[in-house]
């Protein structure tokens, strides 16, 4: 009998996402023997707090193991991103979920690697004929800017900010970007109930990030 795909699933922040993976999990709907990790297990409060954005750094939005947001440098998590990559490598995963939607340069896996800001990326691609105007809901204020930077300058992008982990500003978020023709929900902490909400609030179609993930991860079990 084949066995269950054996996928490392990692979060920038710490595991277990008990707030992201069973929800992909459940969308998959196939037998997977998932083993969490993440960049920031078993640092320190202090450690932590040092790896807040530097000058000039760009900035991620996460989730902690009880359920706490921190703000962290794109830069750093990537170093740390990697050195978990190169030491999952050796412990025979058939293939490895990025549980974020930042882009980091020059990251690398031996493994199968599921990167998801690409496969979000290429979804929203996909729509492009129909869609001229896009909405973006961000975690941060500060990645709206930074978002506006690398955006496709061929399409209009409205960005807006909600966190997921300590924002109450959903609804609002929704209304800045309801006339846009697609809005993306692109952070892997968006849930379904969000994207439900924002879709009503809209009455457009809303991407989430997690379930075309989790499409992605179908693929391959």
Not at 100 to 127: M, N, P
Not at 176 to 186: F, G, S, T
Request: some cysteine.
């Amino acid at each position: 009998m084949p066995h269950a795909p054996r996928i490392a699933f990692v979060t920038i922040g710490q595991a277990p996402r008990i707030d992201l993976t069973p929800e992909i999990l459940a969308r998959v709907g196939s037998k997977i023997d998932a083993v969490e990790f993440g960049a920031l297990d078993d640092l320190t409060a202090a450690e932590v707090a040092a790896m807040a954005p530097r000058a000039g750094e760009a900035s991620l939005c996460t989730r902690m193991r009880d359920g706490s947001e921190v703000v962290i440098g794109k830069d750093q998590t990537r170093d740390r991103l990697q050195a978990l990559f190169d030491r999952l490598d050796g412990e025979g995963f058939d293939a490895i979920t990025l549980l974020c939607t930042g882009h980091f340069d020059h990251l690398g896996s031996k493994t199968l690697l599921i990167e998801s800001q690409r496969v979000v990326d290429a979804t929203v691609d996909a729509f492009s004929l129909g869609c001229q105007n896009l909405g973006v809901i961000l975690p941060l204020e500060r990645q709206v800017q930074e978002f506006h930077v690398h955006s496709d300058a061929d399409r209009k992008v409205k960005a807006t900010h909600y966190s997921p982990y300590s924002g109450d500003r959903l609804a609002a978020a929704a209304r800045e970007v309801a006339d846009c023709d697609l809005i993306v929900m692109h952070c892997m902490g968006y849930s379904e109930a969000m994207r439900a909400e924002a879709a009503a609030v809209t009455n457009k179609p809303v991407l989430l990030a997690r379930r075309i993930v989790a499409g992605a991860v179908q693929q391959i079990v």
